[in-house]
T-cell receptor
Framework: QKEVEQNSGPLSVPEGAIASLNCTYS??????FFWYRQYSGKSPELIMS????GDKEDGRFTAQLNKASQYVSLLIRDSQPSDSATYLC????????????FGTGTRLQVTL | GAVVSQHPSWVICKSGTSVKIECRSL??????MFWYRQFPKQSLMLMAT?????????EQGVEKDKFLINHASLTLSTLTVTSAHPEDSSFYIC????????????FGPGTRLTVL
């Protein structure tokens, strides 16, 4: 089992719709969770961080964390073509100090 | 705030030569920086953790004699790929914790290395 798992996609949503991206992680003791956006050929850009169960909203983005089920998700409301990118879930796994473990990413395509 | 720069943004070199990549935190001090490598259509793989004033900590399978890391100041870490070979061609990205107590990592723009 991979430590951080994501569906590779592509996930295709029409412009204006809600995109839902999911991530599961293996270590129940993990405490810090991050979503990064990576455009092709570019480095990752931090979108959201979440540390406690529940929802965290920032503009069109909402991160959801459920530690009991070991999953974290990212919702993008009113999806725009500029949101088309690969979204990386990163987890600070328990016992790994400050290191991040990344999922393989989900490619999102927002269609006109 | 939390801007991380890298230089060069891309480099092409001949097999057997060494290449140095610089990672700088521009508006904050970074006692810890991280070096990642990303092959096409794959996720980021952590290579090493760079600590200011001490030796880097390398991940399993990463050759420390091939990938030399120096973190000489609170704003600069360097990665030197020694005796580069075509299989070292990749996208190298550094990151650092932003200012304050947050453990959010902010990434540099990356360096694309091509070894001929």
């Amino acid at each position: 089992q991979k430590e951080v798992e994501q569906n590779s996609g592509p996930l295709s949503v029409p412009e204006g719709a809600i995109a839902s991206l999911n991530c599961t992680y293996s270590d129940r003791g993990s405490q810090s969770f991050f979503w990064y956006r990576q455009y092709s050929g570019k480095s990752p850009e931090l979108i959201m961080s979440i540390y406690s169960n529940g929802d965290k909203e920032d503009g069109r983005f909402t991160a959801q964390l459920n530690k009991a089920s070991q999953y974290v998700s990212l919702l993008i409301r009113d999806s725009q073509p500029s949101d088309s990118a690969t979204y990386l879930c990163a987890v600070n796994l328990a016992g790994t100090a400050s290191k991040l473990t990344f999922g393989t990413g989900t490619r999102l395509q927002v269609t006109l | 705030g939390a801007v991380v720069s890298q230089h060069p943004s891309w480099v092409i070199c001949k097999s057997g030569t060494s290449v140095k990549i610089e990672c700088r935190s521009l508006d904050f001090q970074a006692t810890t920086m991280f070096w990642y490598r990303q092959f096409p259509k794959q996720s980021l793989m952590l290579m090493a953790t760079s600590n200011e004033g001490s030796k880097a900590t390398y991940e399993q399978g990463v050759e420390k004699d091939k990938f030399l890391i120096n973190h000489a100041s609170l704003t600069l870490s360097t990665l030197t790929v020694t005796s580069a070979h075509p299989e070292d061609s990749s996208f190298y990205i550094c990151s650092a914790f932003g200012p304050g107590l947050s453990n959010e990592q902010f990434f540099g723009p990356g360096t694309r290395l091509t070894v001929l």
